[in-house]
């Protein structure tokens, strides 16, 4: 994946508005527009983009450990928050664009430092003003639910000034 290294390699809003929400998540995937750097330190990164549904994989590891050794909260959200939102983002047409207003995350158990997992987003709604989501977190060989967590986005109508 094209990951971007500074402010001037992120797509613009001019990427943004050219394209549907699918578009641009297809379009990052696929590498012809980079991909967030937060991808990059916290070593997650899309793998598809479908109507309604994104998926992410990820490996955590050393960086992203807290004082007890373990995998930080954090990370689970991070993960979760996008795969949610970048689903919602499917559902965008052309000139919109989101932001997530809260999300939630349940825990179900320890992710270990090293094990690649994937974290899937599902559209449950997409409306004019609003989209929700849900989404797992699961061992990519195991299978096992890591956690889950839901998301409320805002959808805007984006106009140039």
Partial sequence: MNIAETLDQLPDLDDLLAR????????MVAG?????????????????AEDGCVVF???PDFPVTNPMRGLHG????????????CAVMTKLPRGSAYTTLE????????????????ATGT?????RSTGVATGEIRGVE???LYASGSTTCLIMQVTRR
């Fill in 20 to 27: 549907s929400g699918l578009e641009f998540m297809q379009d």
């Fill in 32 to 48: 012809r527009l980079p991909g967030p750097p937060i991808g990059a330190t916290m070593g997650f990164w899309p793998i598809s």
């Fill in 57 to 59: 994989e990820g490996t």
């Fill in 74 to 85: 954090g990370w689970y959200g991070a993960i979760l928050d996008s795969c949610m939102a």
């Fill in 103 to 118: 999300y939630k995350v349940n825990i179900t158990r320890a992710i270990p430092l090293g094990m690649k997992v994937r």
């Fill in 123 to 127: 559209v449950t709604h997409a409306g």
């Fill in 142 to 144: 195991d299978q096992k």
